[in-house]
């Protein structure tokens, strides 16, 4: 292992060894990320040589792969829009699929009439939260979050990325916001919906990320459901939810909504592959106790 390529070559092998899937991509990734440089430079330089001090640092970094041990979490770091977000085995690694439910909160943003209120539950690393602070249309971000680790790295993320500043509580889904009169416009979550029977058969790298962000109970739902309740006690009358869902979740997340009669104009949005990702549901006009004076306001399934 004396020249980059060299180094691909020889990651390669060993992540071929352990079962990771496109070892010579992932091997790529991971060189480019340790030696701090974009992988098409690393490309373009394949044949330049390595410091012993680069040398040790790409095999340490290796071996941490070899265990299986996601390279977000090996390098400490996940892209995620325009962000580039601290990450660790307290939260977990944001997906392309939330980047999806990002832009769908966009355009629902781009639709308010008025300046809006947004609120991130279960926030994780701040990746929602974050990138939603930047929209024109916002003018306060709360994110909530049960870990105090997680919130700790999110409001790092926070600071690093200089955002519009977003309030971090802590609290179990919307609990720190019940006793408050509604206040928001939007409620975006990706909550925990694995199966709880599915944990053991996820691949090697989930298990290194933390089963609380993960576990969504017997049918996937343990959170989904009280946070929709919840959210109606939140919500402004016509604000709207956002929930990021198993693939096979749509049926179940939309008929748990209507059933809780607080929701109108259910709809689900697929991502790319044509799954369905995201619910969306609108909070009916119909007055609460949280309701304040003077503010009311995909495909449907």
């Known amino acids: 292992m004396k020249t980059i390529e060299e180094a691909i070559q020889a990651a390669s092998r060993c992540l071929l060894e352990v079962g990771v899937e496109n070892p010579r991509l992932e091997s790529e990734f991971l060189v480019a990320a340790c030696l701090k440089v974009p992988r098409t430079q690393l490309i373009l330089n394949r044949h330049q040589r390595l410091t012993a001090e680069k040398i040790r640092a790409v095999q340490n970094w290796l071996n941490e792969r070899q265990q299986r041990k996601p390279l977000a979490y090996v390098s400490g770091e996940q892209p995620f ?54 929209h024109s249309n916002v003018v306060r971000v709360i994110a909530i979050d049960i870990s105090k680790e997680a919130l700790r790295i999110a409001r790092t993320n926070g600071k690093e990325n200089r955002r519009v500043s977003v309030e971090w509580l802590e609290g179990d889904l919307l609990t720190p916001l019940l006793k408050q009169p509604a206040c928001a416009d939007l409620i975006v979550a990706n909550l925990p919906y694995v199966r709880s029977e599915e944990m053991i058969t996820l691949e090697p790298e989930l298990h290194w990320e933390p089963a609380i962000a993960l576990d969504g109970g017997k049918d996937g739902l343990r959170f989904i459901e009280p946070c929709a309740r919840q959210a109606a006690e939140v919500l402004r009358s016509g604000g709207y939810l956002l929930l990021e869902i198993g693939a096979d979740q749509a049926l179940p997340v939309a008929a748990l909504l209507q059933r809780q009669s607080h929701w109108t104009d259910v709809q689900v949005f697929c991502d790319f592959a044509g799954l369905p990702r995201i619910v969306q549901a609108r909070r009916s006009a119909a007055k609460t106790l949280a309701d304040p004076p003077g503010r009311s306001g995909g495909k449907g399934i």
């Open 81 to 134: 829009r325009d962000l580039c977000l601290k990450v660790s085995p307290a939260v977990l690694i944001p997906r392309p699929e939330t980047e999806l439910l990002v832009e769908q909160a966009c355009r629902m943003l781009d639709r308010l009439p008025q300046p809006a209120v947004v609120v991130d539950v279960g926030t994780g690393s701040g990746a929602i939260a974050i990138s939603l602070s930047a």
